[in-house]
């Protein structure tokens, strides 16, 4: 019994130190042409097999956007920009980003 917990515990820290969520995520928001920057850093060594599965984009708690990817174009991370339509100052943006392996990261802009 103990050598299958063991074992348990043994693939369960193999897969955590394969996969992990996004390391960084920042947000930028222009007022003038409404479009959302969004870099995330998330470094991995197969883009088609460890990757950014999905972004959500909440506007003053309501979904604005949520787009599904299948994988990173890049080994570092993702920059996205995506156009928002009747953003204001001070409304609350919040964005969650998805990894296909685990793990997930939240960042939140008030626009100013």
């Known amino acids: 019994m103990k050598k299958n917990g063991l074992i348990l515990v043994f693939f369960f820290f193999l897969f955590t130190a394969m996969s992990h ?3 960084s995520l920042s947000l930028k ?3 003038k042409t409404q479009e959302l920057q969004v870099n ?3 470094g991995v060594s197969d883009v088609a097999d460890h990757y950014i599965s999905n972004v959500v984009v909440m506007v003053n708690g309501k979904e604005a956007l949520n787009q ?3 994988n990173q174009k890049n080994k570092k991370g ?3 920009v ?3 339509e009747n953003i204001k100052k001070d409304d609350l943006i919040e964005v969650t980003t998805t ?3 685990w793990g997930k990261k939240s ?3 008030t626009v100013e």
């Open 82 to 84: 995506y156009k928002l």
């Open 107 to 109: 960042q939140t802009l």
């Open 21 to 23: 969520p996004p390391k």
């Open 40 to 42: 995330i850093e998330h």
């Open 99 to 101: 990894c296909v392996k």
């Open 78 to 80: 993702e920059d996205f």
């Open 68 to 70: 599904n990817y299948t």
């Open 29 to 31: 928001f222009d007022l």
